[in-house]
């Protein structure tokens, strides 16, 4: 009769090894696991203060741009400048960067373009200045881009960068009568709001019905200005984005860090529970086989 059990003590052995390769197996699985946590951590952190240095840069350098761009945008609404109704092209530049990590600041811009697309996708053209919106629009609207820039968002911007973007944009095929320009104004640390500003050809201004209250203006001067408003404009917006983009890169590191804690702290524990476990058992196997014998 107690033939039949002959071998049950080299399998209870057999049995009780697996469990301790299985214990350990997720002990190393786990330190891994906290141990690349940790490098995250690291790297968030990092990334946080290299985004508050850019950020304060960034911020100072916004509070002085600013008044060209509000006085470009009264000369329109003084002269009351509004697009040719027989005309219905149309231009939307897209202000972002080539760089991720910092919220939702690329995708509130291709959206707002996305949705002006499904509206009349026929007469409206894109320019996209940084990688991210052309990466977003090209797999729905690829035929509207004419223009697209790259290397935007690793130094900060300056007016010598948007005078060449206005160059290339007034010297393309694309005839336009009005346009806009879509930016993430920034308003604090934690908010910014995407907006646009209005861009207009010259047979736009010089139709508007007030701009006889500037003096000796012919269509040279009127040229020549629009040139430079483009480029102002552009420049403030490029500003306000990327001062967008560091704030809110910024916070999404610090989140980004409170979050890689928690899960290092949760880690820990349940590292420091399966380890208990592990040597709880191996206890019972050993006081267990000192009493069999």
Same mark, same amino acid.
């Given at each position: 009769?107690?033939?039949?059990?002959?071998?049950?003590?080299?399998?209870?052995?057999?049995?009780?090894? $697996?469990? $301790?390769?299985?214990?350990?197996?997720?002990?190393?699985?786990?330190?891994?696991?906290?141990?690349?946590?940790?490098?995250?951590?690291?790297?968030?952190?990092?990334?946080?203060?290299?985004?508050?240095?850019?950020?304060?840069?960034?911020?100072?350098? *916004?509070?002085?741009?600013?008044?060209?761009?509000?006085?470009?945008? $009264?000369?329109?609404?003084?002269?009351?400048?509004?697009?040719?109704?027989?005309?219905?092209?149309?231009?939307?530049?897209?202000?972002?960067?080539?760089?991720?990590?910092?919220?939702?600041?690329?995708?509130?811009?291709?959206?707002?373009?996305?949705?002006? *697309?499904?509206?009349?996708?026929?007469?409206?053209?894109?320019?996209?200045?940084?990688?991210?919106?052309?990466?977003?629009? $090209?797999?729905?609207?690829?035929?509207?881009?004419?223009?697209?820039?790259?290397?935007?968002?690793?130094?900060?911007?300056?007016?010598?960068?948007?005078?060449?973007?206005?160059?290339?944009?007034?010297?393309?095929?694309?005839?336009?009568?009005?346009?806009?320009?879509?930016?993430?104004?920034?308003?604090?640390?934690?908010?910014?709001?995407?907006?646009? *500003?209005?861009?207009?050809?010259?047979?736009?201004?010089?139709?508007?019905?007030?701009?006889?209250?500037?003096?000796?203006?012919?269509?040279?001067?009127?040229?020549?200005?629009?040139?430079?408003?483009?480029?102002?404009?552009?420049?403030?917006?490029?500003?306000?984005?990327?001062?967008?983009?560091?704030?809110?890169?910024?916070?999404?590191?610090?989140?980004?860090?409170?979050?890689?804690?928690?899960?290092?702290?949760?880690?820990?524990?349940?590292?420091?529970?399966?380890?208990?476990?592990?040597?709880?058992?191996?206890?019972?196997?050993?006081?267990?086989?000192?009493?069999?014998?």
């Amino acid at each position: 009769m107690f033939g039949r059990f002959g071998n049950l003590a080299p399998v209870l052995a057999q049995n009780g090894q $697996q469990q $301790q390769q299985r214990g350990m197996a997720t002990l190393k699985h786990i330190s891994m696991r906290l141990k690349s946590v940790k490098n995250i951590q690291k790297i968030t952190q990092s990334m946080k203060m290299v985004s508050a240095a850019k950020y304060a840069r960034a911020e100072r350098e *916004l509070r002085a741009v600013r008044p060209i761009g509000d006085g470009t945008k $009264q000369f329109y609404e003084k002269a009351e400048v509004t697009p040719i109704a027989d005309v219905p092209a149309k231009l939307v530049i897209a202000i972002t960067s080539d760089r991720g990590l910092c919220g939702a600041v690329h995708t509130s811009v291709a959206r707002h373009i996305r949705n002006e *697309l499904a509206i009349d996708d026929q007469n409206t053209k894109v320019v996209c200045v940084g990688d991210k919106s052309r990466l977003i629009l $090209q797999r729905l609207y690829g035929k509207n881009i004419i223009m697209a820039c790259n290397e935007i968002g690793r130094l900060p911007p300056t007016f010598i960068d948007a005078s060449k973007l206005a160059d290339a944009i007034l010297k393309s095929d694309y005839k336009f009568n009005s346009g806009e320009i879509v930016f993430n104004r920034f308003k604090s640390v934690v908010s910014y709001n995407t907006q646009t *500003l209005p861009v207009f050809s010259l047979a736009s201004v010089t139709a508007a019905p007030k701009l006889s209250i500037y003096d000796s203006l012919d269509d040279e001067v009127v040229q020549s200005y629009l040139e430079f408003s483009l480029a102002s404009l552009l420049f403030y917006s490029m500003k306000e984005g990327a001062c967008s983009e560091q704030s809110s890169r910024m916070t999404a590191m610090d989140n980004a860090s409170k979050n890689a804690g928690e899960m290092i702290d949760k880690l820990t524990l349940t590292f420091n529970r399966t380890r208990q476990a592990v040597i709880t058992r191996e206890l019972i196997e050993i006081i267990s086989g000192a009493s069999a014998l």
